[in-house]
């Protein structure tokens, strides 16, 4: 499965928009792309997939450039909650399980 | 939906014992998932299943582990013996077939190897 890469860590404030970019330059044409949340001692949780352009859901938007090689997936007016280490996964719909990298730690702060 | 459930939510074992860990997926999923997270290693994908079948278990770490599926409502991950190293949090999760809303985790199991 194509490997993803996206930043160890990322600060932000209260109120402020975070965007957190992913790259997967040898995504395959029946990979879907797909954002997990993870809190301190709790289960990965979805968030939000898509296959090209844009999705919104009522907890994020997810931006996927025509060549699909990135993707930015963006929490609006983010709060002190919002603090979790997020993933970013392909999948396809093959029946092949979702492997987890690192992700990306966001911290929150007032 | 009272989601996926796990049990037990903690279980401290001296080395060398038996260790289980049950799950019970989302009624109507077709695919249980057994993970393990470490803090050096992170989240690993152990073994899933397809309607109650083993389909990829090379995530499994040795001999000692096994798992199980006998029906579609439960799964069993069997440490045995356990060791110190398998300390961890183990997650089960499940999804349908169109896994349009992705995977739905459980709680874990914090297992503590003493």
């Known amino acids: 499965l194509a490997k993803t890469t996206q930043p160890i860590s990322m600060d932000s404030y209260e109120g402020q928009e975070v965007n957190i970019t992913c790259s997967h330059n040898?995504?395959?044409?029946?990979?879907?792309i797909t954002w997990y949340q993870q809190f301190p001692s709790q289960g990965p949780r979805f968030i939000i997939q898509g296959y090209k352009t844009k999705v919104t859901n009522e907890v994020a938007s997810l931006f996927i450039p025509a060549d699909r090689k990135s993707s930015t997936l963006s929490l609006p007016r983010v709060s002190l909650s919002d603090t979790a280490v997020y993933y970013c996964?392909?999948?396809?719909?093959?029946?092949?399980?979702?492997?987890f990298g690192k992700g990306t730690t966001l911290s929150v702060s007032s | 939906d009272a989601g996926v459930i796990q049990s037990p939510r903690h279980e401290v074992t001296e080395m060398g014992q038996e260790v289980t860990l049950r799950c019970k997926p989302i009624s109507g999923h077709n695919s249980l998932f057994w993970y393990r997270q470490t803090m050096m290693r992170g989240l690993e994908l152990l073994i899933y299943?397809?309607?109650?079948?083993?389909?990829?278990d090379s995530g499994m770490p040795e001999d000692r582990f096994s798992a199980k599926m006998p029906n579609a409502s439960f799964s069993t991950l069997k440490i045995q013996p356990s060791e110190p190293r398998d300390s961890a949090v183990y997650f089960c999760?499940?999804?349908?077939?169109?896994?349009?809303?992705?995977?739905?985790f459980g709680s874990g199991t914090r297992l503590t190897v003493v």
């Open positions: 040898n995504i395959a044409t029946n990979d879907y």
């Open positions: 299943f397809n309607n109650n079948v083993p389909i990829d």
């Open positions: 999760a499940s999804s349908s077939s169109s896994r349009v809303d992705g995977y739905t």
């Open positions: 996964l392909l999948y396809n719909q093959a029946g092949t399980a979702l492997i």
